[in-house]
């Protein structure tokens, strides 16, 4: 378990940009250090703005995009290509403009997949495709992905790991269909905190004032039943990047001053 690092940035874009040249450097070291990369992303407004801020950043070039894998930390459970998807929404955001692999873009199956309408199946054979990418070197059934990144939402959920509710205690599965989820769809397809704690490293992403009680409370010693982003963590690193207002309910004493 890694002690989380909390980098404050002066407001959502700057934060955006920032992480997206983070990550940007992050792959490509990666890449020169074992050949790949592999990233699990995730959706949501600072998700989708990372995946924006990546796209405009020239320094994009430096990465061998076809030597990277993408997978996704959950999924709203809908049929292809439905706008909700965070898979319709990275591909609208990245995704489509750049030269990737298509066998190495992992997305979580959708509702008119093979698996019809049963997000648990659906959940189980993503497990599986996990498992088929996991070297010998990773020592389980997960990869070990380089960065795995996670927005926080208003009630500490990360992923679609909902507060108390039966997803985020699974300590077996890598991944799991949820059902009865708080916000909609209600459907959805997710890694466990298992999963999540396989990567070298976790990124927690917050921006904007609805977030800064969430970050108070995860990053305060709370429970990760009662606070599923205060299990979410690395192996290696755990970082939260904040905006100002996301991190406004927080001691100074957490963070550098010089954070900008």
């Keep these: 378990m890694s002690t989380p690092q909390l980098v404050v940035h002066r407001d ?3 934060m955006a940009q920032a992480a997206a040249a983070r990550l940007i450097t992050r792959i490509v070291d990666a890449q020169a250090s074992r050949g790949t990369a592999s990233v699990v992303l995730t959706g949501g407004r600072n998700g989708n703005g990372l995946l924006a801020a990546l796209a405009a950043a020239p320094a994009r070039d430096a990465i061998d995009w076809g030597r990277l894998d993408l997978w996704w930390g959950d999924e709203r459970f809908l049929p ?8 319709t929404q ?3 955001a990245l ?3 750049v030269p990737l692999d298509p066998k190495r873009v992992h997305a979580m199956p959708a509702s008119d997949g093979p698996h019809g309408a049963d997000a648990d199946a659906a959940a189980a054979a993503y497990a599986e495709e996990l498992a088929r990418a996991a070297g010998p070197e990773n020592h389980g059934t997960v990869p070990v992905f380089d960065v795995l990144m996670l927005g926080v939402g208003p009630d500490t959920h990360v992923a679609s790991l909902f507060p108390e509710l039966p997803a985020v205690r699974e300590t077996e599965r890598m991944v799991v269909g949820v059902h009865g989820a708080p916000k909609p769809p209600p459907t959805r397809v997710s890694l466990t905190l298992p999963a999540i704690r396989s990567a070298r490293e976790v990124w927690l992403l917050a921006a904007g004032e609805d977030k800064a009680q969430a ?3 995860a990053l305060s010693g709370a429970g990760e039943i009662q606070a599923p982003a205060a299990g979410a963590y690395g192996r290696q690193r755990t970082l939260w990047l904040l905006d100002a207002a996301a991190a406004s309910q927080l001691p100074r004493s957490l963070y550098p001053p010089a954070s900008p």
């Design 215 to 217: 970050a108070a409370i």
């Design 80 to 87: 292809e290509g439905d706008p909700e998807r965070n898979v």
């Design 90 to 92: 990275a591909r609208e």
């Design 95 to 97: 995704l489509d403009s």
């Design 12 to 14: 959502k874009e700057l």
